[in-house]
Every structure is written in structure tokens, then in C-alpha cells.
């Protein structure tokens, strides 16, 4: 059972432009969500959190955006770099839930420059 | 200097074998974790320990057993080696339920 999807195995964008990943949940209990940057050869490394009293968090070029009424998570890179190319896992805990954290199954992003 | 480090980072073995798999974390962590990057390229959860205390054991083969010497060590060891243990493994830490932090990970392969 998948409590957390990514429905877009991967994602092409063109350098400079915008970046949507997008992310799924269905455990309305999930009160905190991050996204985990991946590249290959590499462990996940943290990008960005929000907590589900917000709706909004901003990191330079990374925001990430929560919508709980639709259990619905977006991740937007702008503008985005070739650099930026790797594997995006968002995840979701609960707050005081034993520590655990599930991962999506990840999107893979290539920015073209 | 490496935050969250694992030996060794390839293991290649024979079915039926026994191996082990060690992480590292010199953040100060007390929380620790294994998880398993399957074929599907899902990350899964199996373990955790919270100052060397498990927390979160997953629907996993008891041929797998962590042990954690002390907060900074987590080791897994997997006995009787399948081929569908074949995967990825990423060892993690982070203070509390917060961040967590990876390892570059382990692949496992098993013929």
C-alpha cells in the first residue's frame, strides 16, 4: 500500500524554465513532508520540509506547496539548472510518530540546457 | 569529513552466504535507520534505533538483524543471503524524528 505516490516517473524541462514534481498522499495523519534530492551513486540528500500548518515553504529556487484538503504536495524549481538533474523523493512522516518517514518511489528530473 | 558513511559500498556474495553491512554517523545523532532501495526504486524503511534502542523493526526476514554497538554504529547483518535481497541499502541518521541524513549506500548483490 502506497501512502505516498509519485506518479511522474520522470520529468524533461528545459534549462531556465520552471520545475513541477509533484506528490501524492493518502494518510491524512502525515503532518510534515520533505523532498530528498538523489544523484546517482549517492544517498538522498534533504532539500526542503514544510509542516502541515503551512501551506508555503521557500528555499531560493526551491518552494515547495501543500495542499492538505487534496493530500497533495508540489515541488517547484525556478528556474531550473542542469545541475539540478537527479532523482526527487518526497516524503511524509508524522510528527511524534515513532520517527518514521515514507519515501515515494521518486521522479527523476532532466533539465536540459 | 563524512557525515553518514557505510562499508562497503559494493558486496557482491553467493546465496546461502552470510554478510555484514556497517554505517557510521559522526553527526551526533541519536536516531539511526536502514532502509532498502528495491527494483522498483522505492525506498523502504526497515529498521531503526533511537539511543541504541530499536523503534521501528518493518515487516522484514528475521534473517536480518541490526545491531547497534553504540549511537554512532549501526550494523546490519543478513544471514542466509536470497537473490531478492539483491538492492540498495541506505543507512540514515538524524536527531530525534528530524532531517535524516544519508549514507551513499550499499549495493548488494547476490548470485
Known amino acids: 500500500d502506497q501512502q505516498v505516490k509519485q506518479n511522474s516517473p520522470s520529468l524533461s524541462v528545459q534549462e531556465g524554465r520552471i520545475s513541477i514534481l509533484n506528490c501524492d498522499y493518502t494518510?491524512?495523519?502525515?503532518?510534515?513532508f520533505l523532498w530528498y534530492k538523489k544523484y546517482p551513486a549517492e544517498g538522498p540528500t534533504f532539500l526542503i520540509s514544510?509542516?502541515?500548518?503551512?501551506d508555503k515553504n521557500e528555499d531560493g529556487r526551491f518552494t515547495v506547496f501543500l495542499n492538505k484538503s487534496a493530500k497533495h504536495l508540489s515541488l517547484h524549481i525556478v528556474p531550473s539548472q542542469p545541475g539540478d538533474s537527479a532523482v526527487y523523493f518526497c516524503a511524509a512522516a508524522r510528527i511524534g510518530g515513532g520517527f518514521k518517514t515514507i519515501f515515494g518511489a521518486g521522479t527523476r528530473l532532466f533539465v536540459k540546457a | 569529513d563524512t557525515a553518514v558513511s557505510q562499508t562497503p559500498k559494493y558486496l557482491v556474495t553467493q546465496m546461502g552466504n552470510d554478510k555484514s553491512i556497517k554505517c557510521e554517523q559522526n553527526?551526533?545523532?541519536?536516531?539511526m535507520y536502514w532502509y532498502k532501495q528495491d527494483s522498483k526504486k522505492f525506498l523502504k524503511i526497515m529498521f531503526s534505533?533511537?539511543?541504541?534502542?530499536?523503534?521501528i523493526n518493518e515487516t522484514v526476514p528475521n534473517r536480518f538483524s541490526p545491531k547497534s554497538p553504540d549511537k554512532a554504529h549501526l550494523n546490519l547483518h543478513i544471514n542466509s543471503l536470497e537473490l531478492g535481497d539483491s538492492a540498495v541499502y541506505f543507512c540514515?541518521?538524524?536527531?530525534?524524528?528530524?532531517?535524516?541524513?544519508f549514507g551513499p549506500g550499499t549495493r548488494l548483490t547476490v548470485l
Open positions: 540514515a541518521s538524524s536527531e530525534g524524528g528530524d532531517t535524516q541524513y
Open positions: 553527526l551526533g545523532h541519536d536516531t
Open positions: 494518510n491524512s495523519m502525515f503532518d510534515y
Open positions: 534505533y533511537n539511543n541504541k534502542e530499536l523503534i
Open positions: 514544510i509542516s502541515s500548518i503551512k
